[in-house]
């Protein structure tokens, strides 16, 4: 399939807001046979386990119905680039494909009308499937098998009016990190290495370096129980929830961790490196991450800790700093720029903010 209708299938499913869609040019949206795939790669509950919530497939179904009725409209435009797409299709056989609209994305918009959708304030409440596409940007463009490697997991995408925590949907700096150690940049970070998560969240990264970087062990972890029991249902989705691969836990910061969990299963499976994303956000929060990052020194002095930020706040991203510099850590910044949103390939989202990676070792 062509490198754009992959790219919008990536973001639908993704759930990226449908303003900001890539949306297939019109020639390729008045073929018969994108119109098929679009429908069974979108839309078909008996091909995709984990469709998107029936109220966001009808926000992306209704704008591309109309979009493919209005390349209809004007069969003639467009039509070398049509040609060229097509490839072994000649003219007189491209003018019978483009004349209707997938009976299959008709019915389905017609389905969705007639079904009670709930408000856009409500569906932000409820738990819906996200779907990553974990490729580097290098083969986001060439030629790949149809099923792509993903991470589904359940989130809920309004969450701290409701839950009162940010735990439950992935945050940019996520994202940015998942991107990182997706590239050739960072390709060598995790393979092979016993990694620790703190504040895992919904578990990108987690289920990322478990399911696609091969990593030896994850141990994943977060303040609240009921984080860590939905991360618990997001391993089971991605087929990652043997415990001797990926543990889950919960794990408040500025505790000690000698005579914990913790320090026997780091004996078991030493901590070769510590992950942590979009987890300095309040400047509270700062002095007990910088504690139990010199716990986890004093059980494994060798041990790498990177920690993505997304900068909204300079003054909690310097109180980091600072708490580092106090504790003789070693901080490096890592350099790897967020791409603009529009030639992202893969992972999707705003980079309306700067984002940095740290690279903390331990001096001492």
Known sequence: MDP?????????????????LAWPPKQLLRDSGVQEWLYNNLFNAEKITYLPSERYQFRVIKPLVNKIEQSIEDPEEDLL??????????????????QEISDQLVAHLSSLIAT????????????????????????????????EPTITLLERRNLISGSKTTGFRTWEAALHLGS??????????????????????????SILCAKHLGAKHVTATDGDEQVVEAFKENLFLNGVDDESKVNASVLRW??????????EECETCPYDLVLGADITYDTRSVSPLVATLR????LRPGVKVLIATAVRNAETFATLRHACDRSNFDVQEIEFAAEPIRQQKAFFYAAVVPFNILSITNKS
Do not use: M
Request: glycine share 6%; with cysteine.
């Open 4 to 20: 754009q209708v992959l790219l919008f299938r990536r973001q639908y499913l993704q759930l990226f807001e449908p303003d900001f």
């Open 295 to 298: 716990f986890l020194f004093d």
């Open 116 to 147: 009670e959708l709930p408000s856009e304030e409500t569906a932000v409440q409820q738990r819906s499937y996200v779907t990553f596409t974990c490729l580097p940007s290098s083969l986001a463009t060439s030629d790949l098998p149809d099923k």
């Open 81 to 98: 680039p049509l040609i060229v797409l097509s490839h072994v299709r000649t003219l007189s056989d491209s003018s019978s494909f483009w």
């Open 180 to 205: 990182y150690l997706l590239s050739p940049q960072g390709a060598d970070v995790v393979r092979d290495k016993n990694v620790f998560e703190l504040g895992v969240g919904t578990g990108l990264l």
């Open 254 to 263: 500025g505790q000690g961790l000698k005579g914990t969990w913790v320090e």
